[in-house]
Nanobody, 128 residues
């Protein structure tokens, strides 16, 4: 089963960019849905983006981050990135990488999947 570790969070100003990394160890399946979630302070956790990891390669995004964020696999296929551009104070949150169950289908309904494996989170703070 996969073990996930996030990194790359930082404190930045509005309009700047960050790239988050999700290191994936112990991956045993051929494909599954890998997603980024975030939890703003005082709010519920919400989906950010998803990737058909080692499968279709399809990507999906929450409306709030479309055209600003991009999810992609690393060259060695042991990392998933979240490129975040034009950051806004509303993007301030703890960001988590998560993996759904083995052979899960990553579709437009990706947020309804059961995500069994989670990283520890990395904090992103955007000042206005």
């Amino acid at each position: 089963q996969p073990r996930l570790t996030e990194s790359g969070g930082d404190s930045v100003q509005s309009g700047e960019s960050l790239r988050l990394s999700c290191r994936i160890n112990g991956y045993t399946g051929s494909s599954r849905c890998i997603a980024w979630f975030r939890q703003p302070p005082g709010k519920e956790r919400e989906g950010v983006a998803a990737l058909g990891y080692r499968g279709t390669g399809a990507t999906y995004y929450a409306d709030a981050v479309k055209d600003r964020f991009a999810i992609s696999p690393g060259d060695a296929m042991n990392t998933v990135y979240l490129q975040m551009n034009s950051l806004e104070p509303e993007d301030t949150a703890m960001y988590y990488c998560a993996a759904a169950y083995s052979s899960s289908r990553c579709t437009s309904d990706w947020e309804t999947l059961q995500y069994l494996y989670w990283g520890q989170g990395t904090q992103v703070t955007v000042a206005s």
